[in-house]
């Protein structure tokens, strides 16, 4: 059975079914960098942005049966995107950095007496560092990108904690996209793969993952709409070789997640706002629930 909590990429919320030990919140966040063109190259500047979510999900098991443990949480991503008047092997370079914070409620039922109750955790998960993100223009509209993140493990962690939002191990995060972006139409594939080293702490290894996050939206009137969705799988499994995690010494079962949903977003100027909502419609081993999303970034020429 796995936990919760939050961190990021691109730009965020929540999810479990996230090849992580109990207690411990994932590392990219499965539909985080939905309702975009990732491949396409960005214009010169520097760009602020924040996407906040919240979140209601119930924690599946692996049968995908309720646990009856539930999950609220807000978070807040802060994200800071440097690009450059230049290009390397002829592709445009960004590099950005990302903060989560995240602010949970957990009503924990049915489960131990003793872990019985409500737990308000507030945090800074992980912070991103993507120094490599590549896109090359390959004509007719389309567009692949190519990068390498690193998540630092300075968030919040405690032993002992039954939520933590950060852990101190440190994760690999290879990344690529493809995008149509012509005539109003915007379609964009992007895939994560997440690499965990082992937690020095207690021993315990979470298993890499698998993210795909997709997006179709067409322009009407200045608006862009369409519906959304992402994919995420553990591909390899969890292994405990300290057996001091939160919840006694058990490994979780490798998790799976599934969800659709739709994005409107529109530009005022320099700024731009996208609102989403999603909903899983499978889980296993993970949150099934609905997550709200409301995103605004500044470009600064």
Request: charge should be neutral; avoid cysteine; proline fraction near 6%.
């Amino acid at each position: 059975m796995r936990q919760f909590a939050l961190a990021v990429a691109g730009l965020a919320a929540i999810s479990t079914a996230s090849a992580r030990e109990p207690g411990v919140g994932p590392t990219f966040v499965p539909g985080l960098t939905l309702g975009q063109a990732n491949a396409v190259p960005l214009s010169p500047g520097i760009r602020l942005a924040s996407r906040s979510t919240y979140a209601d999900s119930n924690l599946l098991e692996n049968d995908s049966k309720a646990t009856g443990m539930r999950f609220t949480a807000v978070s807040e991503i802060l994200l800071a995107t440097w690009v450059p008047d230049t290009t390397i092997l002829g592709a445009g370079y960004k590099a950005f950095v990302v903060a989560p914070f995240v602010s949970t409620l957990t009503r924990e039922a049915p489960v131990p007496a003793a872990q019985r109750g409500t737990t308000t955790q507030f945090g800074g998960g992980n912070p991103k560092l993507q120094l490599l993100d590549l896109s090359w223009t390959l004509g007719e509209g389309f567009y692949d990108s190519s990068g390498f993140g690193v998540y630092f493990p300075i968030g919040q962690w405690a032993l002992n904690a039954p939520v933590n939002i950060g852990a101190p191990f440190w994760t690999f995060e290879p990344n690529g996209a493809l995008s149509y972006f012509k005539d109003g139409w915007t379609a964009s594939l992007q895939a994560v793969y997440d690499i965990n080293t082992i937690n020095p702490v207690n021993q315990y290894y979470s298993g890499d993952q698998v993210v795909l996050n997709a997006t179709f939206m067409k322009m009407f009137s200045g608006i862009n709409i369409g519906p959304v969705g992402y994919w995420l799988k553990q591909v390899n499994s969890d292994a405990n070789y300290g057996g001091r995690t939160v919840y006694g010494g058990t490994t979780a079962l490798p998790g799976e997640q599934l969800a659709v949903g739709g994005t409107a977003s529109t530009q005022f100027g320099n700024l731009s706002v996208q609102l989403m909502v999603t909903q899983d419609v499978y889980a296993q081993n993970g949150l099934y629930g609905t997550k709200g999303w409301l995103t605004f970034s500044y470009h600064f020429h």
